[in-house]
């Protein structure tokens, strides 16, 4: 069974700190996708970050990154010098890579980020 | 180019309306998905279509829910005989062709008096 995990359930920090939000996933699937959403306030969902079970390297974009490790089964996300803007939910979310599979995302149930002033 | 559009956004009904949500994919994206969020939850999958096509309906309750994706026009998800549980932020995605990334509308929170 496909499964993902996000422990924190709430996290605040001041505005500057650097966050990272945890994400631990369980699949049986030899290729999978892994994914970072937002959903800011406003409700939206907001696409971040698409990750293959192939691609291990690390990613930065601007002031996010993300730190895949097959090993541990954990796919991390880092906001560095945070902003009240990213106050939000983050859903990390895992899919399978065969045809059948890969028709659905599987979510964690979610980190509510809120970054104080 | 349109991102996915979902209507209404805000739906209100009584016990034992029907709910009817739209969407509209994204221009180019020949598959939907609809998915659940209940308050304080992530998002659950609920059913993929394709273009007059069910695909997969396993995350779908058995009774009352229903979706289509008609040759011409939106995706419709439908409801029967709402009951307050089913109260709730209604998602639709859309994927192109290669199906790498689902592109998600801003939702539909049904409100069940």
């Known amino acids: 069974a496909q499964k993902v995990t996000q422990a924190q359930t709430e996290i605040s920090v001041v505005e500057k700190e650097d966050v990272t939000l945890d994400c631990v996933y369980e699949t049986r699937d030899t290729t999978y996708y892994l994914f970072w959403y937002k959903q800011p306030p406003s409700g939206e969902l907001v696409f971040l970050i698409r990750?293959?079970?192939?691609?291990?390297q690390n990613e930065i974009s601007g002031r996010y990154s993300w730190n895949f490790q097959k090993s541990t089964s954990s796919f991390n996300f880092t906001i560095t010098a945070s902003q009240v803007v990213d106050s939000a939910v983050y859903f990390c979310a895992l899919s399978g890579g065969g045809y059948s599979s890969a028709s659905k995302i599987i979510f964690g149930s979610g980190t509510r980020l809120s970054i104080r002033p | 180019n349109a991102g996915v559009m979902q209507n209404p956004r805000h739906l209100v009904r009584r016990r034992g309306q029907e709910a009817r949500l739209r969407c509209s994919p994204m221009k180019g994206h020949s598959h939907v998905y609809w998915y659940r969020q209940l308050p304080e939850e992530g998002l659950k999958f609920m059913v993929y279509?394709?273009?007059?096509?069910?695909?997969?309906e396993s995350g779908m309750p058995k009774e009352r829910f229903s979706a289509e994706f008609p040759k011409e026009g939106p995706s419709i998800l439908r409801i029967q005989q709402v009951v307050r549980g089913d109260s709730a932020a209604y998602f639709c995605?859309?994927?192109?062709?290669?199906?790498?990334?689902?592109?998600f509308g801003a939702g539909t929170r049904l409100s069940v008096l």
């Open positions: 990750r293959n079970s192939f691609d291990e």
């Open positions: 279509l394709q273009k007059e096509n069910i695909i997969d």
């Open positions: 995605a859309s994927s192109p062709p290669n199906r790498d990334i689902q592109y």
